[in-house]
């Protein structure tokens, strides 16, 4: 088969299995696994291979037109570059690995098989997303991630915290769909073409002519999609969904979705330095912002959740430099790893009985009965925490070596004021980084206190993924010489500069963390923590479910504990209880937002019911009234009809002679 067919064939077999895992859930319950992973698994494979053949070098074009639509055309095409190519790669292997952990995690879902189905859409949606060479069948993958994620997010239905956070979820990304999708018709309209070739050569030749509000208007939908400041307070109430859900949308799908448009249709960004400048900005307030506030959380997927926006936040920043070698390298490599934390969160989870660190720390033994989990997880924190070897240090590094370049005048192709923006934010970023993992890290896995009953040992399916995940994370920031041209030939090496500065700071921050969490251990002892669920033999997914609503019943709220032992309430300090809500910022967007358009929603119905149906209604009776007159008038009696006919008659002939008369008179 040539490339173009194999790479076609990528995003179509998870479709195919989507579909077939739907038709079948009910009548054949046997083939849902299998046609859940196998897919999955052979769309992956052949990403590999196309990557192989792609080799980094010249990019694979291929095109049809689907339809004549008008002066600009849509075609079905591929654009099968380096970064496309290892991008997919990413996708099909963290897609697998997810559909391979959910046969255990959601073993007993009466569920499963419309949760597996949409999972492989997902994946479908996102492959398309990165194969495709025309915006709009780009935006069919982007909106179709949208609607999956809606219903996986709030898979567990049945909970208050899932109901909300799909719909939050759902209209916070499409808020930022609305201008995304101006924009791209306006990016059309100016350059004449959806094809992304068509459009980059274009702008190279100058022929963008708003590049500012073009880039803007995209940026809003960017910023939906990729969870970035102020559109990513959707993100951490995600974590309402299943754990594996959690790790697809963190890792693979979705959030990656913006940072990779960004990184394809870079030119058209670059070509305006005030969208660039604002784009520093978004990523610098999201990098320290999130950071701030995953310090401060008890739940630790909303931890995670927050470490991911920060993490954006980086790939941002890289782009923001005009360096999207930089960008998609650190997307590669945080995909890896963060896929480790989060199924190893799940794990965690599930032997714990809660998701509240404050109540794992008053555990003992958390770290020998989940072995498997205990040593991803420390892989994958130190590689969050841009510790070398690392992936994460050698990734992390290439932006930061992009901002410093930008910000001393060598690439001049952004704004010096963004590269200072981004390498100041990055730096303080990496502080807070390496202590939130560190404290993550130190309240999951170093509890101090009784045991709780043990789940026996963990699913393979669970576990296996975890060390294959660990791999990448381990080895892929070593490939770091031998890439370069999957990366547009740009090396990616770290500099002495940045690197002693990164892990010199780093460190400070997770040594003082651990110094906090020493001096406030000795608390922990004397405040009891409840929000444990802990059911031995039961599925973890069911375990989860009832963490997450015990959590809210002990502690008022999924994202804090009255914790005086938590080493970040020490940090933070006056902070904290700003930081824990994410700096208000869902409350403000109520105050600003929600309650006038409710308020709105109020006013219009009551002028619907009291003023419109007023008059519907007043109608309605006149002519009932109406028709009550009339029937009084059909008595059935002939003489009475005679009657009034002659009574008629009478009243006519009078009206008439008068009429006469008056008539002769004048």
């Known amino acids: 088969m040539t490339t173009t067919t194999l790479a076609a064939l990528v995003p179509l077999l998870p479709f195919l299995g989507a579909v077939a895992g739907l038709a079948l859930g009910r009548t054949a319950p046997g083939f849902v696994r299998p046609l859940a992973i196998l897919p999955t698994l052979t769309a992956a494979v052949l990403a590999v291979i196309v990557a192989v053949r792609q080799g980094g070098g010249r990019a694979i074009d291929a095109a049809t037109q689907l339809t004549p639509t008008g002066f600009v055309p849509i075609d079905l095409a591929l654009h099968l570059d380096g970064f496309a190519v290892l991008v997919a790669v990413l996708v099909g292997l963290v897609a697998t690995c997810v559909q391979l952990y959910s046969t255990a995690y959601l073993r007993d879902d009466a569920r499963y098989p419309s949760y597996a189905a949409l999972v492989s859409l997902f994946t479908s949606a996102m492959l398309l997303v990165v194969y495709s060479g025309d915006l709009m069948v780009l935006l069919v993958g982007w909106e179709v991630m949208g609607i999956c994620s809606y219903f996986l997010v709030g898979h567990y239905w049945e909970t208050p915290e899932a109901r909300a956070a799909s719909l939050k979820a759902f209209l916070v990304t499409k808020l930022g769909d609305v201008p995304f999708l101006i924009g791209?018709?306006?990016?059309?309209?100016?350059?004449?073409?959806?094809?992304?070739?068509?459009?980059?050569?274009?702008?190279?030749?100058?022929?963008?002519?708003?590049?500012?509000?073009?880039?803007?208007?995209?940026?809003?939908?960017?910023?939906?999609?990729?969870?970035?400041?102020?559109?990513?307070?959707?993100?951490?109430?995600?974590?309402?969904?299943?754990?594996?859900?959690?790790?697809?949308?963190?890792?693979?799908?979705?959030?990656?979705?913006?940072?990779?448009?960004?990184?394809?249709?870079?030119?058209?960004?670059?070509?305006?330095?005030?969208?660039?400048?604002?784009?520093?900005?978004?990523?610098?307030?999201?990098?320290?912002?999130?950071?701030?506030?995953?310090?401060?959380?008890?739940?630790?997927?909303?931890?995670?959740?927050?470490?991911?926006?920060?993490?954006?936040?980086?790939?941002?920043?890289?782009?923001?430099?005009?360096?999207?070698?930089?960008?998609?390298?650190?997307?590669?490599?945080?995909?890896?790893?963060?896929?480790?934390?989060?199924?190893?969160?799940?794990?965690?989870?599930?032997?714990?009985?809660?998701?509240?660190?404050?109540?794992?720390?008053?555990?003992?033994?958390?770290?020998?009965?989940?072995?498997?989990?205990?040593?991803?997880m420390t892989v994958a924190l130190l590689a969050l925490a841009a510790i070398p070897p690392f992936a994460g240090f050698f990734s992390k590094e290439a932006v930061l070596v992009a901002a410093e370049h930008t910000a001393l005048g060598d690439r001049?192709?952004?704004?010096?004021?963004?590269?200072?923006?981004?390498?100041?934010?990055?730096?303080?970023?990496?502080?807070?980084?390496?202590?939130?993992?560190?404290?993550?890290?130190?309240?999951?896995?170093?509890?101090?206190?009784?045991?709780?009953?043990?789940?026996?040992?963990?699913?393979?399916?669970?576990?296996?993924?975890?060390?294959?995940?660990?791999?990448?994370?381990?080895?892929?920031?070593?490939?770091?010489?031998?890439?370069?041209?999957?990366?547009d030939g740009h090396a990616l090496t770290p500099s002495l500069t940045t690197a002693v500065l990164s892990t010199g700071v780093g460190l400070v921050g997770g040594l003082v963390t651990y110094g906090a969490w020493r001096h406030t251990t000795a608390l922990a002892a004397r405040t009891p923590i409840g929000a444990v669920a802990a059911h031995p033999g039961a599925e973890p997914a069911l375990v989860e479910a009832e963490a997450m609503t015990s959590h809210t019943a002990a502690y008022g709220t999924i994202a804090d504990a009255p914790d005086p032992a938590d080493p970040g309430r020490l940090l933070l300090g006056p902070l904290h209880r700003h930081a824990v809500t994410g700096f208000h910022l869902d409350a403000l967007y109520t105050a600003v937002f929600v309650r006038p358009v409710q308020g709105a929603a109020r006013l219009v119905r009551f002028l619907d019911r009291t003023v419109v149906d007023t008059y519907v209604n007043g109608s309605g009776a006149v002519t009932r009234l109406l028709g009550t007159a009339v029937r009084r008038a059909q008595t059935g009696n002939v003489q009475t009809y005679l009657s009034a006919l002659l009574a008629g008659s009478l009243v006519l002939a009078i009206a008439a002679v008068v009429f006469a008369n008056v008539n002769a008179g004048s």
């Open 184 to 376: 791209l018709f306006a990016l059309a309209a100016d350059t004449g073409s959806f094809r992304i070739t068509k459009i980059l050569a274009a702008v190279t030749n100058g022929g963008l002519d708003h590049p500012t509000l073009i880039a803007l208007l995209l940026l809003a939908g960017v910023a939906g999609k990729s969870a970035q400041f102020p559109l990513h307070t959707w993100l951490p109430d995600a974590m309402a969904g299943p754990t594996p859900v959690s790790a697809l949308i963190h890792a693979a799908t979705m959030v990656a979705a913006g940072i990779y448009f960004v990184a394809r249709m870079l030119p058209v960004f670059a070509a305006s330095g005030a969208a660039l400048t604002v784009l520093a900005v978004m990523a610098a307030v999201t990098m320290i912002g999130s950071g701030l506030a995953a310090l401060a959380q008890d739940d630790i997927k909303r931890v995670l959740a927050y470490s991911t926006i920060g993490q954006l936040g980086y790939m941002s920043g890289a782009l923001a430099v005009a360096d999207r070698g930089a960008a998609v390298f650190h997307l590669i490599s945080h995909g890896a790893f963060k896929a480790v934390l989060f199924l190893a969160a799940g794990v965690v989870i599930h032997a714990a009985g809660t998701n509240s660190l404050a109540a794992m720390s008053r555990m003992g033994g958390l770290a020998r009965r989940i072995p498997d989990a205990y040593w991803t």
């Open 412 to 487: 001049t192709v952004a704004p010096a004021a963004a590269g200072w923006t981004i390498l100041i934010a990055g730096l303080l970023a990496a502080v807070l980084t390496a202590a939130y993992a560190t404290r993550l890290w130190l309240l999951a896995f170093r509890g101090r206190g009784a045991e709780l009953p043990d789940h026996g040992k963990q699913p393979l399916a669970m576990t296996s993924v975890l060390w294959i995940l660990a791999v990448p994370t381990i080895a892929f920031g070593l490939t770091v010489g031998a890439i370069g041209d999957w990366f």
